[in-house]
């Protein structure tokens, strides 16, 4: 795996009309993300558990681009999209008792999904702001867009910012539409039942290790707060992948390394 920390003297663009930034300094990064936080009205730079998952891309070849993605947790979707792989890859091996039934199975991993957290893309682009939430729902449900009337899906979205059809002026507004329309779903549904509630169970008591082995060492920022993925595309050719990285949000520098990979304190 290349390291932003090891990219001395390249420059990454600063797509919010700021003086680009060294690749190798993670005082740039986190400032790029306090101002996407800005943008949204959030403070996306705090460890406060209310967000997860953070990860800033960016590509040498259009400058004035950028993006964030992160997850946001809410009143019962507390575990991070990384617990939530490494819980379904647990429950897809699972062969014990209803375990063994592919319908049961999906029932359950359809439940994790359903606790998952709010998925977040914001991009910036010649100076304009906009983005997308998305939220997974265990049981179909009525497309929001017109256009897809009779085509339910299993999650709800929506859009805000310029450059999208339909879309509501702002990041808070979109936030409290998904809100409230993921909370209505709620209040509809019924919940699971005990069979797939148990193997859900299961899955959570005893996640894949291998899976998690992995996330702590190579990707933290999928398991929590305090920690920021960094990508850099087209920095020599698309062949030879991005350049990656993870910073340690309560140190304000770089995340830790063992020859393996990445691991949180």
Do not use: C
């Not at 990454?12 to 800005?38: S, T, W």
């Amino acid at each position: 795996m290349r390291l932003l920390r090891n990219a001395s003297g390249i420059l990454i663009p600063d797509a919010f009309g700021g003086k680009p930034g060294r690749a190798d300094d993670p005082e740039f990064h986190i400032r790029r993300l306090q101002h996407f936080g800005q943008g949204m009205g959030i403070d996306l730079a705090s460890t406060h558990s209310i967000f997860s998952g953070k990860r800033l891309y960016s590509n040498v070849n259009y400058p004035k681009f950028a993006n964030a993605r992160f997850d946001s947790h809410d009143e019962g979707l507390d575990m991070s999209r990384g617990h939530v792989t490494a819980y379904k890859e647990s429950i897809n091996q699972d062969e014990s008792g209803h375990g063994g039934r592919s319908r049961i199975r999906q029932a359950a991993t359809d439940e994790l999904l359903h606790r998952a957290p709010y998925e977040h893309s914001t991009y910036i682009e010649d100076g304009d702001m906009r983005g997308s939430i998305y939220k997974n729902t265990s049981e179909k449900t009525p497309h929001a867009n017109p256009a897809y009337e009779g085509r339910p899906t299993k999650w709800v979205s929506n859009t805000w910012g310029e450059g999208y059809q339909e879309a509501l002026p702002t990041h808070r507004d979109a936030m409290k539409d998904i809100s409230s329309r993921f909370g209505q779903f709620n209040r509809d549904r019924r919940g699971p039942r005990s069979v797939v509630s148990e193997l859900v169970k299961r899955g959570v008591n005893n996640p894949s290790e291998r899976l998690m082995d992995e996330l702590r060492k190579r990707a933290p920022n999928m398991l929590g707060s305090q920690f920021l993925g960094l990508a850099h595309i087209g920095i020599d050719d698309f062949e030879r992948g991005d350049i990656r990285d993870q910073i340690d949000l309560k140190t304000g520098n770089w995340a830790k390394i063992d020859p393996e990979g990445y691991f949180p304190d």
